[in-house]
């Protein structure tokens, strides 16, 4: 929630109406968009293959990604980006914040696909408008929460009870937090209930934004390094968590779906991450259309791709090794209905 979570998630404000978010971990693919077309072949047989080819670009059409702020949603969009301009598609991406502007953006006919989102239908006055589908999930299940380094639920292991948030506020307290503990959360964007949580299970704890998915990694990689406390928001999939290893706190078992209603007495629910379209590209008959019903992969596979754009591959070079290395699921992706 990152991204509900991103991520994060992210995952946050959950309906925020304001401008664009920071660009998500990834080189700044958000804002790319694709490359202009080659110059036009010398000889008559190039020339008329490019003739052959124009058609399937035509078919397939021009279309907008949204792009949201965690390095998970690179992964996905990416792929999904280079399988699309493979079919001759023209792909704009467009870096968006996660909620209410995206679906705004998509009724306005900016973008016409979220290939991640973490909401529980909070898109669903758009919906009921005509202007956006539901496709379905994206295959990828997110968890949002409040965690702590592995080191500090190794030396305390009841640290990951909330009901125990109080006994060990004096550990997270810092010169930003003052004499409560330090509570991290995400960026602008990202859904959260932190206040709520913090409101009603009465806890000594104040709330400190992080600002991006960067920063929260550096809190918790920091905390890692040298062993030092830390409460903070985060999610999964996200391949961070291979590297550093946390442990979730737990509140009691989740009862809400949408954020806007919950109560804080209970936890991140876990949640099937969806795909969202404009009603255009939906009825347009375009080969993208399929693309995206069919498009669905694993937590496993969005970090594997995720860790090498971490890794310093661009996200094209990263989606593309994934790509050649699952062809099956591609083809199965491309399969009409």
């Not at 330090?182 to 704890?205: R, V």
């Not at 255009?280 to 496993?300: D, I, R, V």
Request: glycine share 8%.
């Amino acid at each position: 929630m990152r991204k509900l979570a991103t991520r994060q998630l992210g995952l946050v404000s959950m309906l925020a109406a304001a401008g664009l978010m920071v660009a998500a971990c990834g080189g700044g693919v958000n804002s790319t968009e694709s490359s202009a077309a080659p110059a036009a072949p010398a000889s008559e047989a190039a020339s008329a293959a490019a003739s052959e080819a124009a058609p399937a670009a035509a078919e397939c059409g021009d279309w907008g990604v949204a792009m949201h702020a965690w390095v998970g949603y690179t992964a996905s969009a990416q792929v999904l980006t280079n399988v699309a301009e493979s079919l001759g598609c023209n792909i704009t991406q467009t870096t968006l914040d996660e909620a209410g502007v995206t679906y705004d953006a998509m009724e306005a006919g900016s973008v016409d696909v979220i290939v991640e989102d973490w909401g529980g239908g909070r898109w669903q006055e758009w919906v009921d408008r005509g202007a956006i589908k539901e496709v379905g999930s994206n295959g990828n299940v997110g968890l949002i929460g409040m965690f702590v380094p592995k080191w500090m639920a190794d030396e305390y292991p009841d640290i990951t009870d909330s009901a125990n948030l109080n006994k060990y506020a004096d550990l997270f307290k810092n010169s930003e937090s003052g004499d409560k503990g330090a509570w991290y959360e995400g960026p602008p964007g990202y859904t959260t209930i932190g206040e709520k949580l913090i409101s009603a299970n009465d806890l000594n704890y104040k709330i400190i934004s992080t600002g991006s998915e960067a920063a929260l990694i550096e809190l918790f990689s920091a905390a890692d390094k040298n062993k030092t406390p830390a409460l903070g928001y985060f999610y999964e999939p996200q391949n961070f968590l291979a590297k550093v290893p946390l442990a979730r706190v737990n509140f009691p078992a989740n009862d809400w779906t949408d954020a806007e209603k919950a109560s804080g007495l209970t936890d991140y629910p876990q949640t099937q991450l969806q795909k969202l379209a404009t009603t255009k590209l939906m009825e347009s008959g375009s080969p993208f259309a399929t693309l995206l019903t069919n498009f669905s992969w694993t937590n496993e596979d969005q970090n594997m791709v995720a860790l090498d754009i971490e890794n310093g591959a661009t996200p094209e070079e990263a989606a593309q090794k994934w790509i050649d290395a699952n062809k099956d699921k591609v083809d199965a992706w491309l399969a009409a209905g």
